[in-house]
């Protein structure tokens, strides 16, 4: 049951993940304390503010960021429940200690360190990610039975290697870390694969749609790569996340994946409803190709990333969350149709064949 005595503070609500969040609590009733990073920017709050004001709920906006100490405090005030969610989610950076690493867990340790400091605060929920599970596909054949579970950590990933998987791992480790120095909140830890389906707002930074984009606007009319990965609807992840939150007995990690699948198949999801109009892939684009063109398209994509992550089966097992969260999942077509009419009508895939 949700609780709307009292508010709820959710970090990133701009983003992608949290903004479908904020949208079920603003419908059951919830005041949000939304603390963000430019309050100046109403583009950045136009669509959340907007939703308020056609629910049941209040949304109240703090200023703060991730890597400044204290920043939390306000926004915390009054608070049971805490989401955080914000985390650069970008593949292709500059500066993976600065861009990635840094706001990833200097940001864990500001939000989980004032909510041992805040007396009203009595459950954190983290969104960490299945990469914090695994680093590249080829570590899946490693786990037992070839299945990850929320037993397993990543341990591959490093700042020069995947440093977004890094990222992750290192901060939901520094989360149990904080979370085990008390005992007046606990922690629930949301582990989500491949996010994909239409955002709240459609003009997130979130590498969710660039991948998307991408499988529209003819970059792989050529092929995609049988690129293993798993992928979930953002609806179905907030409501992962407000169980997480409510569901009393929840505890751990919940891997929340709805299906196994890879970047082909989730592309070629697309093609009954608009293979005509638009350059979705259909092939697969081969290893070796990949290997020798990867690394020149400027994604950040190396050749040790294509050597073990293409070709390789991604499983994960998602009953843990099924049994104890209740959760459930909406078929992928439905998720990728949704995403892409919505991404087509804001302008974001453009070329058409
Ligand atoms: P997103 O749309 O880019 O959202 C990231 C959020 O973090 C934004 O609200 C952003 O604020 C905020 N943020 C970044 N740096 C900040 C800073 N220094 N101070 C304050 N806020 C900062 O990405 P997303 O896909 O929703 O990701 C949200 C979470 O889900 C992340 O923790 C990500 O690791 C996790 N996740 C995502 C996926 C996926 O496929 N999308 C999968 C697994 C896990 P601005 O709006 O100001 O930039």
Redesign the pocket.
């Known amino acids: 049951m949700i609780d709307t005595a009292h508010p709820v503070m959710i970090?990133?609500?701009?983003?992608?993940?949290?903004g479908w969040i904020v949208k079920l609590l603003l419908e059951a009733g919830v005041t949000v304390h939304a603390p963000?990073?430019?309050m100046a920017d109403a583009s950045?709050t136009k669509h959340l503010a907007e939703l308020a004001a056609k629910t049941l709920g209040t949304i109240k906006f703090f200023e703060?960021?991730?890597?400044k100490a204290g920043s939390y405090a306000q926004a915390m005030a009054g608070c049971q429940t805490v989401f955080h969610?914000?985390?650069?989610?970008?593949t292709n950076v500059a500066n993976p200690q600065k861009d990635l690493v840094d706001?990833a867990v200097i940001?864990t340790r500001n939000v989980l360190e004032e909510a041992s400091r805040v007396e009203s605060v009595k459950r954190v929920v983290l969104?960490?990610?299945?990469?914090a599970i695994y680093g590249d596909a080829a570590d899946v054949q490693e786990a037992p039975g070839g299945i990850l579970t929320e037993e397993i950590w990543n341990t591959t990933s490093s700042l020069q290697h995947n440093p977004y998987s890094y990222s992750?791992t290192v901060a939901e480790r520094e989360a149990w870390a904080i979370a085990k120095r008390q005992s007046r909140w606990d922690l629930v830890v949301i582990n989500?694969?491949?996010?994909f389906g239409p955002a709240i707002n459609p003009h997130?930074?979130?590498?969710?749609l660039r991948i998307v984009r991408q499988i529209g606007d003819g970059t792989l009319k050529m092929g995609a790569p049988r690129m293993g990965m798993g992928a979930v609807d953002v609806r179905d992840l907030a409501t992962a996340h407000l169980a997480a939150a409510f569901t009393p007995s929840a505890s751990g990690r919940y891997i929340i994946n709805g299906v196994n699948s890879d970047l082909l198949e989730i592309a070629k999801t697309l093609l009954p409803k608009y293979g005509k109009a638009y350059p979705i892939p259909r092939r697969t684009m081969p290893k070796w190709l990949m290997w020798l063109a990867g690394p020149l398209a400027g994604d950040g994509i190396t050749r040790k990333f294509v050597a073990r992550n293409v070709g390789y089966a991604w499983k994960a097992d998602n009953g843990r969350g099924r049994r104890e969260l209740g959760q459930t999942y909406r078929p992928l077509q439905e998720t990728m149709n949704d995403m892409f009419e919505q991404m087509i009508a804001s302008g974001l895939v453009t070329s058409k064949k």
């Open positions: 970090t990133g609500a701009t983003g992608f993940v949290a963000i990073r430019n950045k703060a960021d991730l890597l969610t914000a985390s650069p989610f970008v706001p940001g969104t960490s990610s299945c990469a992750k989500p694969s491949l996010v997130t930074t979130s590498e969710s």
